[in-house]
């Protein structure tokens, strides 16, 4: 074969596909003369005509192309018809034409997997040429992979349609599937209306369910509201959800997901407290887990299923009080923050470990988190707080012991989490990793220029994330400013700061409210300083990029650090104000409460900023974290300090610290009695007491 032979690829492109296309396909097809049309400025022609030359031929395998033989493999075949090198792009099955398309578009047209999320300008080109070099696709080191949508809040508020609509989800799935995906949960107890599951099957992909909603069922409180959610009260009707779902999705590719969680996600037995006992506990939910098997069993002929070992059915599994029926995968979940043992619930933090044993039967998978809430310090809007290198460590060791069967990793709503989310698809495809070259690659392809300084921005952004804990993965995301502060306002204002708060004790510890305020200063000011000074190199930063890069740099990046930056200070001055307020200096106080509202204000202008263009109202649902509700919270807390001492009439500050000497002898009331806002009263006192306060 001529080293200069070339399939040639330009705006005249001819598409042959298959003669019966499934739905699936002609999604990745249309994906594919979209990308045509922003590189070559046409839309390729697709036609099964006999009279057309095609230049692309995609197709299934036959036994002569010796195509890899597993299911989703793909390959590339080169044919020269009448002086004429035609690319075969052939598949094994759907999703192997499916991920042939793709790497055709990523590798010659240069679409990258996260074009739409880190809005990456697609490259124009006059011609391009294949060489006629066959390729074989790798197997993937996981069996099912993919995306579990958790944090779609974000999506929810991002358009005025609700549940979300085509235009939200299909990006989402798209880049799933580009990044080597299989598999998505959809979102979190959306609408069943919603055009969520259907189109992500229409796409090709495994739908698989939360383990709070086993099969994919609705919620027994919503279906029946008022009749306690007890198994053992209503066997049949939590059997009849289960049966409707099952029914409903039998001709879906679906991952089964069983399992026997209360309401809300929480252990059944808050509801039933007869089951008292691990015994009794662990022998309901194999009763249970093996009903629901049962019943797939019945309706689908081989059924792919999976047990989510989640929380506390992990333990009662290793103690030995949980049985799980053969065929069915184990499900190991790490604890929110990247570390394969038991979450914390609540005060209590067990770290037990999370992994099958070594010679454990069957198989096994994980289901593990980049973005996580827990109302204490998990991350949401920002990355992944730990070091990466925990990621690589904990994942590669779980496909040490057997756990590569699946891997569903919660993925949040995307946008904030593209380097973990790229890292850890190179870990589903290979099943390993180099951090360091895996960064500069990631790196070259969001950015034109600057790499180096970018690479260190992102390889130091783990260095200042707050250690809460004594553990290298009790690192803390942008939730550790917000729901602390929260508590505390809350725990101040109910008149209870003899108390400690015990919400906060995975935290400080057992010790009284003062030395729990004092804790959440002084990790505070310990970061601070280094949020500050990283802030300043992505400033300075900043301003050397093209417009383009200085846009996707702060909507990746410099807004997280910003939120953390702007986090640390406003949780120090409302620290700050309460020691002022112990000490009855009333004014002070509200002044460095309203010093704390404008640092969470800049919170929230850091969002206001990344929701240029076609991110506009992106973050306008964020009820995770709630930047909003921490300044509702810190507003009713300055209304209530102005109430110690400026209250009836709201103008005793103003006549004591503001008037001049002279006037306060002679103003006439009814002309000189108009109260400050809150905010003009907290300025003009700032800058009386700026001395004292630093």
């Known amino acids: 074969m001529s080293k200069d032979a070339f399939v040639l690829i330009d705006q005249n492109t001819i598409i042959r596909p298959p003669e019966s296309i499934s739905s699936p396909v002609q999604h990745a097809l249309n994906m594919i003369r979209r990308d045509h049309e922003k590189v070559f400025g046409k839309i390729p022609e697709l036609t099964n005509s006999p009279s057309a030359a095609p230049d692309l031929i ?9 195509c890899p033989n597993w299911p989703e493999t793909f390959c590339f075949r080169f044919h020269l018809i009448n002086g004429k090198w035609t690319m075969h792009i052939i598949g094994q099955d759907d999703l192997g034409i499916i991920y042939g398309l793709l790497y055709y578009s990523q590798h010659y047209l240069g679409v990258d997997p996260f074009w739409f999320w880190a809005d990456l300008p697609i490259s124009t ?19 099912y992979r993919g995306w579990f949508v958790n944090d779609e809040v974000c999506l929810i508020g991002w358009k005025e349609d609700y549940p979300p609509s085509k235009e939200i989800w299909y990006p989402v799935f798209e880049a799933l599937l580009r990044c080597g995906g299989n598999m998505v949960i959809p979102g979190t107890d959306l609408p069943k209306e919603g055009i969520h599951a259907k189109l992500a099957s229409e796409m090709g992909l495994w739908v698989t369910h939360h383990h709070a909603e086993p099969l994919g069922a609705e919620m027994f409180l919503r279906a029946y509201p008022g009749k306690n959610p007890n198994y053992m009260e209503h066997p049949e009707l939590f059997e009849q959800l289960w049966r409707e779902a099952i029914l409903k999705q039998k001709d879906q590719k679906v991952i089964w997901v069983l399992s026997f969680r209360g309401q809300g996600d929480a252990p059944f037995w808050l509801n039933t407290p007869e089951f008292d006992t691990p015994q009794k506990r662990g022998e309901m939910i ?3 887990v093996e009903k629901q098997y049962q019943m797939v069993c019945e309706s689908i002929e081989n059924p792919v299923c999976c047990m989510a070992l989640y929380g506390e059915i992990s333990e009662l599994y290793k103690q030995g009080y949980i049985s799980v029926p053969d065929g069915v995968i184990k499900i190991w979940a790490d604890n929110g923050y990247g570390k394969m043992v038991s979450r914390r619930r609540e005060n209590e933090n067990l770290r037990i470990p999370s992994l099958p044993a070594y010679g454990d039967p069957g198989e096994h998978g994980i289901y593990y988190h980049v973005t996580f809430h827990d109302l204490q310090a998990s991350n949401h809007l920002t ?47 290979t099943g390993e990793v180099q951090i360091i070259p895996h960064l500069e690659a990631f790196v070259q392809r969001l950015y034109s220029s600057y790499h180096k300084r970018i690479e260190h921005v992102y390889r130091d952004y783990s260095n200042h994330t707050i250690s809460y804990g004594p553990h290298p993965d009790d690192q803390a995301g942008e939730q550790f400013y917000h729901h602390p502060a929260r508590h505390i306002i809350g725990h101040w204002l109910q008149g209870k700061c003899h108390l400690p708060v015990r919400s906060l004790f995975w ?31 992505c400033c300075d930063l900043f301003i050397h990029l093209g417009d383009e890069d200085q846009r996707r740099f702060y909507d990746q990046l410099m807004m997280q650090v910003e939120l953390h930056a702007s986090g640390c200070r406003g949780m120090i001055a409302l620290c700050d104000a309460y020691y002022s307020f112990a000490k009855q200096n009333y004014a002070v106080a509200f002044v460095q409460v309203s010093q704390s509202i404008r640092s969470y204000n800049e919170s929230l202008l850091a969002l206001r900023k990344a929701e240029q263009y076609k991110w506009k109202h992106f973050y306008r649902a964020d009820w995770l974290t709630n930047i909003k509700s921490t300044l509702y919270s810190l507003e009713s807390l300055r209304k209530y300090i102005r109430m110690q001492e ?32 809150d905010d003009d009263l907290a300025q003009q006192l700032e800058e009386l007491f700026r001395k004292h306060l630093g």
Request: proline share 6%.
């Open 507 to 537: 935290a400080t510890g057992e010790v009284p409210f003062n030395d729990q305020i004092n804790w959440f200063k002084a990790k505070c000011e310990e970061a601070l300083l280094g949020w500050m000074d990283l802030l300043e190199e």
């Open 646 to 677: 400026d209250s009836p009439d709201f103008f005793l500050w103003y006549k004591k610290y503001l008037m001049s000497e002279t006037e306060k002898y002679i103003y006439l009331e009814n002309t000189h009695r108009k109260p400050l806002s």
């Open 58 to 66: 995609v197709r299934y395998a036959l036994p002569e192309d010796r």
């Open 286 to 288: 194999s009763k249970v």
């Open 383 to 429: 990355m992944f707080p730990s070091p990466l290198e925990l990621v690589k460590g904990e994942i590669e060791q779980a496909f040490e012991t057997g756990a590569h069967s699946y891997l569903l990793l919660n993925s949040g709503n995307i946008r904030m989490h593209l380097y973990p989310l790229d890292l850890v698809s190179h870990l589903w495809r």
């Open 125 to 143: 080109k006059v011609r391009v040429e294949i060489p006629t070099t066959d390729y074989n696709s790798e197997k993937f080191k996981v069996k």
